[in-house]
């Protein structure tokens, strides 16, 4: 009994962070999907978001709100602005100048990107952790006497905010005007263009969903570990890549799968074998994706890209 | 330098047929309005593109005017199709003028040029595959439509009344084309000659002026052809629109064209009406070899 509860306990853990996972990834996924690169910038708006969040509630806290509900939407909508601006500055600075151009050229102006929001964020706001406190602290217990499983009111938070995230932005490709647009574009964008559609409005306008779902992700991450430094966004971008690939890159559903499995595959390796190989693990999942099945395990297989 | 000069040439030609615009009678027909010189509805000039070293299109002039069928023929690899990307914003000319309805469209990008009526096909099926049929002509209705995130998110009472007209009028292009029964089915997995007339539905519920239609005829069996005959004729009788059709399907092309454009290495060979063409010694030499 007492085994299955400590493994209940890891698949709440793990969901917890594959769910933030899923969030990043999608902002992969969805710009993948539409010009065919990736975003090596994306995990530092993540980083960005996380900051802002810090930024917002300290500040508010100051002014002596306490309200955690009221602090935590004002950081959210203010997060998810600054966010969004980064990602439309981001496919405008490092993207938008060097489309057409070889693969490589804008992969390298991605990690540049990359390595200047880093920086700029450690001149900016310091590279020492910054920490707040939990707002929103406490949870359920249930299970038995001798070992309890433990669900924090934060937990729930992430599942649910990650949920209504992911159903508005299916709702939104699947049923909108502009999320039909954006399905045309990304299976073919040269003839979109030539039905009237203004292409380069709806690159930047995934840029900036797949901004304003990390955000999300640094705001929910932020608030469960209550620490940020300038250097989490790149590690969480490789994850959150990871997870992008493992679901297959340029589907939407694959990467929230991929997300929720690479957590629950990291927590679960952390639970049973030692958390120091919970990298270990997701990375060498990456490897033995792209060997033996490279198209992910929603994606369809395919011969050109990548 | 040569270029500028033409350009301002064309320029002017422009701007004379305007002035023949408004004078000449509303009733004249489109024969007659090629042969007054009045203002097209596509006035190309000299177009020039370049690859590196390789001039693909070099100097081709035409016009469509308003209810014609004009062909673009020639041997393969003339460079019928780099004309029709050129026109269409798929490419930037390297050189000449394109105007449309009067606007000068050569250094528009092509999302710009569909709005502004001229819409087209290529060689190839490019359907959104992976979209439903009604999909594929809800999403060329985008740029008639209200685009407002807000009004769509929260899908207000106009919002919903454009979006059943969207699907009304793309409901009626289907059965037009007698895809109607398929409008939930893949795209992609719809029989070739389907595909086909999709793709002109698809163009035709963008509203255009002007349809551009590259090789419409490839691949399909006579009778797919003889129906194509009778859509494109009906599209040009029933919604005034002009067609501009690269075709290398003769009796087609003979069948149907108004004016023809015959290039030769990216050099325009010979214009004139399906008669002229036929007789014409430089085309026939062009096409079947010196004798």
Redo the contacts between chains.
Sequence with gaps: MEDILYFLQQVINGLTIGSTYALIAIGYTMVYGIIGMINFAHGEIYMIGTYVTFIVIAALGMLGIANPFFLMAAALLVAVLVSCAYGFAVERVAYRPVRGSKRLIALISAIGMSIFLQNYMRLAQGSRDMAISSLIPGGWEFGLESFAVNLSYMQVIIFSVTLVCMLLLSS?ISR???G??C??CS??A???????????MIISMTFVIGAALAAVAGLLLGMYYGVVNPYIGFLAGLKAFTAAVLGGIGSIPGAMLGGLLLGVAEALTGGYLSTEYKDVVAFGLLILILLFRPSGILGKPEVEKI | MADTHDNQVCDKQVHDRQGLDKAAPATSSHRQARAEGRAPLLDVCDLTMQFGGLKAVDGVTLQVHPGEVVSVIGPNGAGKTTVFNCISGFYQPTGGEVYFQNRAMHRLPGYRIAQAGMVRTFQNVRLFKEMTVIENLLVAQHMHAERNLLKGLFKTPGYRRSEKALMQHAGDWLERVGLLEFANREAGNLAYGQQRRLEIARCMVARPRLLMLDEPAAGLNPNETRDLDDLIVSLTRDEGISVLLIEHDMSLVMGISDHIYVVNQGQPLADGSPEDIRRNDAVIKAYLGEE
Excluded: H, K, P, V
């Design positions: 939104f909108s005007r502009l039909r647009a399905r045309a299976q073919d040269g003839m979109a263009r030539l039905l009237g559609i203004n292409t380069d």
